[in-house]
């Protein structure tokens, strides 16, 4: 079957209408238009001219770029595979047997060709030109058929809405073979822009160099990439000739994109937030970049000649998008046969679940296919991820009828984290399971790989006498630290992580086509062996590295972050104060770490999912300081009504007595429900967003005025503390020396004096500095876990050593202390499970409930 003229080559494809303008720029040299042109002739020369199945084998390099051009233009129907990834090559050879192989050459424009056979033994459709591996899913024998016409609409779409004109240079950060780093080099090329050839990462500094030598004007990035770039101080590099960032491959968390919007308006170039798939050729949707800061959680619009739709579906709020444009697929192949299929496809379901703001922008809310049914009960599984987001834990949702399974990145308790959300989500315990591993599963693309985070619990589903899930993911969690954290090859680690079957001493993790997808795996096994890693580390050969090894031992100490070292030990001396055990007043410290966590934790998202999570952190001050309070008032006569209700520090007496005992708490509360309040006004948080740390300034300068006694806050008693919760905001936002030297400056100018002490004055500014210059702390290994326990039970133990420390004291001081302590862990305990064992029971009953009305239905059905 020969090529047929009408249908082969795509608008990109012509080449030579661009005459002498650069095409194509490599660390190298520089290729234009017509030299472009030349060498695609040639090698569609070589190809024939009978229409064939031809494979290329694709890295980012000029001889795949060739090859593709070349086979498109002479109207076969190409195979995109990897050619760093010799088993999904291999597996894609094997299903669909092309009749020609195109592999990567010299490097000269002129790829190697592997003639399999003469002519075809395929039935091509005359409209099939590409096909491509779904979702990043690299060596899936599911590919998408697209046609000239879906990769010519959407260049020029693409084309249109990021204004891509012939002064434009794009560098390739994305493979070839994924359908984003294909429709870069397609839209460039419709244009007669030009490409940045290169391989190289965006953590290596030969990437930048080779950017601002060759002035490119845009790159792409998956999210992945922004926390790279987040390494490598992307946000303050001078970059004159950057016109625009992309963004596609995932959801962009939305503090994200407005932080990265932000930070374009600052340096002169364009954020644009995109929404596609392989099945629409590659876009559907972009988001305006001068709306992603204001409308970050959104998709934006369809591109130039597309439309969205929403279809209701039963049972949920909102419903599925569906696509239509002229780059939606042909449809799936499976099987070589499906290659002779025509168009099956005229819309796309995208399965996504999405509404429609009034402004005409689109914003997706969750994925259809990411329900199930766990014990009769619908779950979310992205809810599920917001729940973990919202805990600052990063996670992985997914489920089966057998339950519920969670992968999580860092060392985490799996037991608490399983009840907790067994409560939240209303399964039984049993159900689910919490992994936590060093680094989430992901595909190719960077994409988080679901079914491997199904996998991480089929023994817990499915062994027989298995324990039940919650106990054997921590039990399997613990497993996986302990073997990672034993003795292991640096080179094993470099040939299993990039896929090399040979690694020399004096190979580097930029040698070996280290690339972003692997940087962040290979640091954190590299971090179990030799502790804290340089910052050029991916520059090291591996002789060095292993140099730097530090010997296999037991641990002795380990490191905390410093907040919760300084949370826990100004807990334990609260109460040894009040015991009279030794003194050291640090109340006030805890003011400073309660607005360092608040900055940190608190500010993220939009406007009103933000505040409907700062009043539920409320509320877990609230409820178990009023229950606790409430059962003093009942058991004792030191106490108002006023302390259960948290009203003292307002109609209190202003003398001291013990019902001012709780006033830490009610002033922490009446200062989060203020800042709720001031964080909803839409111009107060866009000032926020824009200037984290001059805002947080602002605060301090104001409330310094109470510090001063310049203005008076109203409250009969306690010492103005706001300032001090507004000091720890803006250590939060604190980047650079600058920033640390500002606040310690502050600390050391506005502390001395407060207290009446110097002893408390020191402590207090002691422990401020720490949290500002010292990011971790060491302790004894064997006290982490409580060093964790007393610090998470802070608040309970404030509450409960009232109570507790007067029984105790007449016997021991220090038992006085130890059994505050115990005490305060354990209402903290019993907090935690109660709303798990609420849900749980209710989910019971729910489940129970619907059998019986299932059982009662069949006879009726009979």
Same mark, same amino acid.
């Given at each position: 079957?020969?090529?047929?003229?009408?249908?082969?080559?795509?608008?990109?494809?012509?080449?030579?209408?661009?005459?002498?303008?650069?095409?194509?720029?490599?660390?190298?040299?520089?290729?234009?238009?017509?030299?472009?042109?030349?060498?695609?002739?040639?090698?569609?020369?070589?190809?024939?001219?009978?229409?064939?199945?031809?494979?290329?084998?694709?890295?980012?390099?000029?001889?795949?770029?060739?090859?593709?051009?070349?086979?498109?233009?002479?109207?076969?129907?190409?195979?995109?595979?990897?050619?760093?990834?010799?088993?999904?090559?291999?597996?894609?050879?094997?299903?669909?047997?092309?009749?020609?192989?195109?592999?990567?050459?010299?490097?000269?424009?002129?790829?190697?060709?592997?003639?399999?056979?003469?002519?075809?033994?395929?039935?091509?459709?005359?409209?099939?030109?590409?096909?491509?591996?779904?979702?990043?899913?690299?060596?899936?024998?599911?590919?998408?058929?697209?046609?000239?016409?879906?990769?010519?609409?959407?260049?020029?779409?693409?084309?249109?809405?990021?204004?891509?004109?012939?002064?434009?240079?794009?560098?390739?950060?994305?493979?070839?073979?994924?359908?984003?780093?294909?429709?870069?080099?397609?839209?460039?090329?419709?244009?007669?822009?030009?490409?940045?050839?290169?391989?190289?990462?965006?953590?290596?500094?030969?990437?930048? $160099? %080779?950017?601002? =030598?060759?002035?490119? &004007?845009?790159?792409?990035? !998956? *999210?992945?990439?922004?926390?790279?770039? +987040?390494? #490598?101080?992307?946000?303050?590099?001078?970059?004159?000739?950057?016109?625009?960032?992309?963004?596609?491959?995932?959801?962009?968390?939305?503090?994200?994109?407005?932080?990265?919007?932000?930070?374009?308006?600052?340096?002169?170039?364009?954020?644009?937030?995109?929404?596609?798939?392989?099945?629409?050729?590659?876009?559907?949707?972009?988001?305006?970049? $001068? %709306?992603?800061? =204001?409308?970050?959680? &959104?998709?934006?619009?369809? !591109? *130039?000649?597309?439309?969205?739709?929403? +279809?209701? #579906?039963?049972?949920?709020?909102?419903?599925?998008?569906?696509?239509?444009?002229?780059?939606?697929?042909?449809?799936?192949?499976?099987?070589?046969?499906?290659?002779?299929?025509?168009?099956?496809?005229?819309?796309?379901?995208?399965?996504?679940?999405?509404?429609?703001?009034?402004?005409?922008?689109?914003?997706?809310?969750?994925?259809?296919?990411?329900?199930?049914?766990?014990?009769?009960?619908?779950?979310?599984?992205?809810? !599920?991820?917001?729940?973990?987001?919202?805990?600052?834990?990063?996670?992985?949702?997914?489920?089966?009828?057998?339950?519920?399974?969670?992968?999580?990145?860092?060392?985490?308790?799996?037991?608490?984290?399983?009840?907790?959300?067994?409560?939240?989500?209303?399964?039984?315990?049993?159900?689910?399971?919490?992994?936590?591993?060093?680094?989430?599963?992901?595909?190719?693309?960077?994409?988080?790989?679901?079914?491997?985070?199904?996998?991480?619990?089929?023994?817990?589903?499915?062994?027989?006498?298995?324990?039940?899930?919650?106990?054997?993911?921590?039990?399997?969690?613990?497993?996986?630290?302990?073997?990672?954290?034993?003795?292991?090859?640096?080179?094993?680690?470099?040939?299993?992580?990039?896929?090399?079957?040979?690694?020399?001493?004096?190979?580097?993790?930029?040698?070996?086509?280290?690339?972003?997808?692997?940087?962040?795996?290979?640091?954190?096994?590299?971090?179990?062996?030799?502790?804290?890693?340089?910052?050029?580390?991916?520059?090291?050969?591996?002789?060095?590295?292993?140099?730097?090894?530090?010997?296999?031992?037991?641990?002795?100490?380990?490191?905390?972050?410093?907040?919760?070292?300084?949370?826990?030990?100004?807990?334990?001396?609260?109460?040894?104060?009040?015991?009279?055990?030794?003194?050291?007043?640090?109340?006030?410290?805890?003011?400073?770490?309660?607005?360092?966590?608040?900055?940190?934790?608190?500010?993220?998202?939009?406007?009103?999912?933000?505040?409907?999570?700062?009043?539920?952190?409320?509320?877990?001050?609230?409820?178990?300081?009023?229950?606790?309070?409430?059962?003093?008032?009942?058991?004792?006569?030191?106490?108002?009504?006023?302390?259960?209700?948290?009203?003292?520090?307002?109609?209190?007496?202003?003398?001291?007595?013990?019902?001012?005992?709780?006033?830490?708490?009610?002033?922490?509360?009446?200062?989060?429900?203020?800042?709720?309040?001031?964080?909803?006004?839409?111009?107060?948080?866009?000032?926020?967003?824009?200037?984290?740390?001059?805002?947080?300034?602002?605060?301090?300068?104001?409330?310094?005025?109470?510090?001063?006694?310049?203005?008076?806050?109203?409250?009969?008693?306690?010492?103005?503390?706001?300032?001090?919760?507004?000091?720890?905001?803006?250590?939060?936002?604190?980047?650079?020396?600058?920033?640390?030297?500002?606040?310690?400056?502050?600390?050391?100018?506005?502390?001395?004096?407060?207290?009446?002490?110097?002893?408390?004055?020191?402590?207090?500014?002691?422990?401020?500095?720490?949290?500002?210059?010292?990011?971790?702390?060491?302790?004894?290994?064997?006290?982490?876990?409580?060093?964790?326990?007393?610090?998470?039970?802070?608040?309970?133990?404030?509450?409960?050593?009232?109570?507790?420390?007067?029984?105790?004291?007449?016997?021991?001081?220090?038992?006085?202390?130890?059994?505050?302590?115990?005490?305060?862990?354990?209402?903290?305990?019993?907090?935690?499970?109660?709303?798990?064992?609420?849900?749980?029971?209710?989910?019971?009953?729910?489940?129970?409930?619907?059998?019986?009305?299932?059982?009662?239905?069949?006879?009726?059905?009979?």
């Amino acid at each position: 079957m020969t090529a047929q003229p009408y249908l082969a080559g795509a608008a990109f494809t012509d080449l030579a209408r661009h005459g002498d303008r650069p095409a194509v720029f490599t660390a190298d040299g520089v290729l234009s238009y017509r030299e472009l042109a030349l060498r695609v002739d040639d090698v569609a020369t070589r190809l024939g001219t009978e229409r064939r199945l031809v494979a290329l084998a694709a890295r980012n390099d000029l001889d795949s770029l060739v090859g593709y051009l070349a086979a498109l233009s002479a109207g076969h129907a190409l195979l995109l595979a990897p050619a760093d990834k010799p088993e999904a090559l291999a597996s894609l050879m094997g299903a669909y047997d092309p009749d020609v192989l195109l592999l990567p050459g010299d490097g000269d424009g002129r790829p190697a060709l592997e003639e399999r056979r003469f002519g075809s033994r395929h039935e091509l459709h005359p409209e099939l030109a590409l096909l491509l591996s779904t979702s990043g899913s690299t060596g899936s024998p599911k590919l998408v058929r697209l046609s000239h016409a879906n990769l010519s609409a959407n260049a020029e779409a693409i084309a249109e809405y990021l204004r891509i004109g012939p002064d434009d240079r794009a560098v390739t950060t994305l493979p070839l073979h994924y359908c984003y780093g294909l429709s870069v080099v397609n839209s460039h090329l419709v244009r007669g822009a030009g490409l940045v050839l290169t391989d190289l990462s965006v953590v290596d500094p030969c990437f930048w $160099d %080779l950017f601002r =030598e060759r002035r490119a &004007t845009s790159f792409a990035a !998956v *999210p992945y990439t922004f926390d790279l770039l +987040e390494r #490598v101080g992307f946000a303050e590099a001078d970059l004159p000739h950057l016109r625009y960032v992309t963004q596609a491959g995932g959801r962009l968390a939305p503090e994200k994109v407005r932080s990265w919007a932000e930070a374009g308006q600052r340096r002169g170039w364009d954020l644009f937030v995109m929404y596609g798939a392989t099945e629409a050729t590659a876009r559907m949707a972009y988001l305006p970049p $001068d %709306l992603a800061a =204001e409308y970050a959680e &959104t998709i934006g619009v369809p !591109v *130039p000649g597309g439309t969205f739709r929403i +279809e209701p #579906v039963d049972g949920l709020a909102d419903g599925e998008l569906v696509y239509s444009g002229p780059n939606v697929m042909l449809g799936y192949a499976e099987h070589p046969a499906d290659l002779a299929l025509g168009r099956e496809v005229h819309e796309l379901r995208t399965g996504d679940l999405a509404r429609l703001h009034p402004n005409g922008l689109y914003e997706v809310v969750g994925r259809r296919s990411r329900f199930v049914k766990i014990v009769g009960l619908r779950v979310d599984l992205g809810q !599920v991820e917001r729940i973990f987001a919202d805990m600052g834990i990063t996670a992985a949702a997914a489920g089966s009828d057998d339950g519920l399974v969670v992968a999580v990145e860092g060392d985490h308790d799996a037991g608490t984290l399983a009840k907790i959300l067994a409560g939240s989500v209303g399964l039984p315990r049993a159900a689910v399971v919490i992994h936590p591993v060093e680094a989430l599963p992901r595909l190719a693309t960077g994409k988080v790989d679901y079914p491997a985070v199904l996998g991480l619990a089929a023994a817990d589903f499915t062994a027989p006498g298995a324990a039940a899930p919650g106990v054997a993911a921590a039990g399997s969690g613990e497993a996986t630290a302990a073997k990672a954290e034993g003795p292991e090859d640096i080179q094993r680690i470099f040939a299993e992580a990039l896929e090399c079957s040979h690694v020399r001493d004096d190979d580097t993790f930029v040698s070996l086509d280290g690339d972003s997808l692997s940087y962040v795996a290979v640091s954190v096994r590299l971090e179990r062996v030799l502790g804290q890693l340089p910052p050029d580390w991916h520059l090291i050969p591996v002789q060095e590295l292993e140099r730097r090894r530090k010997p296999a031992r037991r641990r002795l100490v380990s490191f905390l972050e410093t907040s919760i070292v300084v949370r826990a030990a100004a807990t334990v001396c609260i109460v040894a104060t009040h015991v009279e055990l030794f003194m050291f007043q640090t109340a006030h410290l805890l003011f400073v770490v309660a607005g360092y966590n608040f900055a940190r934790f608190q500010l993220a998202d939009e406007r009103v999912p933000r505040l409907r999570r700062q009043l539920r952190g409320v509320a877990r001050i609230v409820l178990p300081s009023m229950a606790f309070i409430a059962l003093a008032y009942l058991l004792t006569d030191r106490y108002t009504i006023a302390n259960i209700f948290l009203l003292n520090a307002i109609v209190g007496p202003e003398e001291v007595t013990t019902q001012w005992h709780f006033w830490f708490v009610e002033l922490l509360v009446y200062i989060l429900l203020a800042l709720a309040a001031l964080m909803a006004v839409p111009r107060v948080d866009r000032w926020e967003r824009r200037a984290p740390f001059a805002f947080a300034l602002g605060l301090v300068a104001i409330a310094l005025l109470s510090r001063y006694d310049i203005v008076d806050p109203g409250l009969p008693k306690p010492p103005p503390v706001f300032w001090l919760f507004a000091l720890g905001w803006a250590l939060a936002r604190a980047r650079t020396n600058v920033h640390r030297l500002t606040v310690s400056a502050i600390t050391l100018l506005t502390l001395p004096g407060f207290f009446g002490s110097t002893v408390r004055d020191v402590t207090v500014a002691a422990g401020i500095l720490l949290l500002v210059w010292v990011p971790a702390l060491p302790v004894p290994a064997i006290l982490r876990r409580v060093t964790g326990w007393l610090a998470a039970a802070s608040l309970y133990i404030y509450l409960t050593h009232w109570l507790v420390y007067p029984v105790l004291l007449p016997l021991n001081p220090v038992l006085a202390v130890v059994g505050s302590l115990v005490v305060g862990v354990g209402y903290w305990a019993l907090c935690l499970w109660l709303p798990a064992a609420v849900a749980g029971f209710r989910a019971r009953r729910r489940n129970a409930r619907i059998t019986a009305e299932t059982v009662m239905e069949q006879p009726r059905r009979r």
